[in-house]
């Protein structure tokens, strides 16, 4: 079975299990930080992949890395995942917990690619767009700095995208002046 689908299922029990117990924000919140963990160190994310290291070493790590920081119930699905011998998924089940919140919630994702950083305003205008395309009213935006875009923005929207940068349709512009009506091509 692939990584994703054990993850997804892993991560649609917890959910179902913090949502039953009334802590669903506590594990949703933990569930980002080891996110930002694992991201942040790559030593701890290739610890955790590691087959070499012993499981039960990894589970100390675990312990002593989050115990008395995160709720009972994430320490507990680390300690089942960690007994399975999956702990190179935990990275994977974090991120899939977050997607499958964020559809429990009702909240869509959208990623905009822009020239410089984006004021409350403007965060307010694409807000609303997002909304208008998705069936969600809230939006989590997330927000991404490219120089090269010259001006503008690429507004990602699930499988959608808006690309109203510069540098687009200056591309567009040159391949329109590739073509010369004039010269009969053959």
Same mark, same amino acid.
């Given at each position: 079975?692939?990584?994703?689908?054990?993850?997804?299922? %892993? #991560?649609?029990?917890?959910?179902?299990?913090? *949502?039953? =117990?009334?802590?669903?924000?506590?594990?949703?919140?933990?569930?980002?930080?080891?996110?930002? !963990?694992?991201?942040?160190?790559?030593?701890?994310?290739?610890? $955790?992949? &590691?087959?070499?290291?012993?499981?039960?070493?990894?589970?100390?790590?675990?312990? #002593?890395?989050?115990?008395?920081?995160?709720?009972? $119930?994430?320490?507990?699905?680390?300690?089942?995942?960690?007994?399975?011998?999956?702990?190179? +998924?935990?990275?994977?089940?974090?991120?899939?917990?977050?997607? =499958?919140?964020? +559809?429990?919630?009702?909240?869509?994702?959208?990623? !905009?690619?822009?020239? @410089?950083?984006?004021?409350? *305003?403007?965060?307010?205008?694409?807000? #609303?767009? !997002?909304?208008?395309?998705?069936?969600?009213?809230? @939006?989590?935006? =997330?927000?991404?700095?490219?120089?090269?875009?010259?001006?503008? %923005?690429?507004?990602? @929207?699930?499988?959608? =995208?808006?690309?109203?940068?510069?540098?687009?349709?200056?591309?567009?512009?040159?391949?329109?002046?590739?073509? &010369?009506?004039?010269?009969?091509?053959?």
């Amino acid at each position: 079975m692939s990584e994703l689908r054990v993850a997804s299922r %892993y #991560a649609k029990s917890l959910l179902e299990l913090a *949502a039953e =117990q009334g802590v669903l924000e506590e594990v949703h919140a933990d569930m980002v930080s080891f996110h930002k !963990v694992c991201t942040d160190s790559r030593d701890f994310y290739l610890m $955790l992949k &590691n087959p070499i290291i012993k499981h039960d070493k990894k589970l100390a790590i675990l312990n #002593a890395v989050f115990k008395g920081k995160v709720h009972k $119930l994430t320490l507990a699905i680390f300690d089942i995942i960690t007994r399975k011998n999956r702990e190179a +998924i935990l990275d994977a089940i974090s991120k899939e917990f977050h997607l =499958q919140y964020n +559809i429990h919630k009702g909240i869509e994702v959208a990623k !905009v690619v822009s020239a @410089v950083p984006l004021d409350k *305003a403007i965060k307010a205008k694409i807000e #609303a767009i !997002v909304s208008e395309i998705s069936s969600f009213d809230k @939006v989590e935006l =997330q927000e991404k700095v490219d120089k090269d875009l010259i001006g503008g %923005y690429i507004l990602t @929207v699930g499988d959608r =995208q808006i690309d109203d940068s510069i540098k687009s349709k200056l591309k567009a512009l040159e391949l329109e002046f590739t073509h &010369n009506p004039y010269i009969k091509e053959f």
